[in-house]
């Protein structure tokens, strides 16, 4: 298949693209600027895609005629959608309108994956157990509102042209490669850089009482091939493990990994204007409709973060 993965120099593009290539695919990798850095084979395959410039991504599109579109590009990370909404609103909102738009002005046959977010439920994870996709939307944060409202419109135009649209709500998911900003490489980066003596003994963490539900980047990457190569119908899926995690007890276990003792300073800086407690989704519309499940340990998948942030730390001494 011919496959444009948009946001492709991302933690979650650069997986989706070593497995879509290793399983045949012709794959495309949209970039906001070619860098002129990277291997010759990554830049072969790159191309520029500005998602907020609707005729260049028109002209793109028209130009490869995928048959699947991933759209990863996007501002995905909930702190600083506050720190800039207009950003975080145009980027995940107008760029999913204009690359769905797109396709269908061309009457292309792409199908196309929009990449929502657990968070898009909101506040309704309080009240409710597991989350399913017919769980009510309530988001309480720029970034889930720009997911949601993405999701909603992309499901309208796809309608609109009869494409084939999914939208998928992942819920927390990490590994190796993830770069901060995100509370397991958070918290990795820290010690590993406490144990090249580059930092004190302590370090500084957020809201620790919130729960989440973790899967390793390379299962949530399963599930999008599973999508891809499958016929599969229209409609949103949540892919997460369904394992409820407090973040203070991800904490202690990476701290029990360490080489050297930690100290924990809770850094209020750190607190959310608004947090939703408790997210864990029910993930039994994918399993039951490609057959996925999660396969790593999650503490093999904490400790192979925390490896790849040793060697990341240990390189830039
Ligand atoms: N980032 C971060 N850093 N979070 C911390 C820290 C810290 O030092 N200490 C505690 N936390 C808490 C946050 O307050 C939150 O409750 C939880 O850890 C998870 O935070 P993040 O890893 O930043 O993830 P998120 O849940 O806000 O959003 C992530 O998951 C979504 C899927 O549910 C992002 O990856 C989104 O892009 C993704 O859609």
Not at 62 to 74: C, G, R, S
Not at 79 to 102: C, F, K, R
């Amino acid at each position: 298949m011919r496959i444009l993965i948009t946001g492709a120099n991302g933690f979650v593009g650069r997986y989706l693209e070593r497995e879509l290539v290793s399983r045949n695919h012709e794959v495309f990798l949209g970039v906001k600027q070619i860098d002129e850095m990277e291997d010759i084979v990554r830049i072969q395959r790159s191309v520029e895609i500005n998602i907020l410039d609707k005729e260049q991504v028109k002209n793109t599109i028209d130009y490869i005629k995928p048959d699947v579109i991933v759209h990863l590009a996007a501002q995905s990370n909930v702190i600083n959608s506050w720190v800039d909404p207009t950003y975080t609103m145009t980027t995940n909102i107008i760029g999913t309108i204009n690359i769905v738009e797109v396709v269908g002005e061309l009457s292309l046959s792409t199908k196309i994956l929009t990449i929502g977010s657990s968070e898009e439920y909101g506040i309704t994870a309080k009240y409710t157990n597991k989350l399913s996709e017919s769980s009510p939307c309530l988001p309480q944060n720029p970034y889930a509102t720009s997911k949601f409202a993405a999701g909603e419109v992309a499901k309208q135009i796809a309608k609109k042209y009869h494409l084939n649209h999914i939208h998928v709500r992942p819920f927390n998911h990490f590994g190796p490669g993830q770069q901060e900003g995100f509370v397991i490489s958070d918290f990795a980066s820290e010690i590993a850089r406490v144990e090249a003596g580059l930092a004190s003994n302590s370090i500084k963490v957020g809201y620790l009482e919130a729960e989440r539900d973790f899967t390793d980047v390379r299962d949530i990457i399963d599930a999008y091939v599973l999508l891809i190569e499958n016929n599969v119908p229209n409609g949103v899926y949540n892919i997460g493990s369904g394992v409820s995690r407090r973040i203070s007890e991800i904490l202690d276990y990476l701290i029990e990994l360490a080489d050297v003792p930690i100290n924990i300073e809770i850094d209020y800086a750190k607190y959310r204007i608004s947090e939703v407690e408790n997210i864990v989704g029910d993930s039994t519309k994918i399993q039951q409709t490609i057959d996925w499940k999660p396969k790593h340990d999650f503490k093999d998948s904490l400790k192979d973060t925390l490896d790849w942030w040793r060697a990341a730390v240990s390189v830039k001494i």
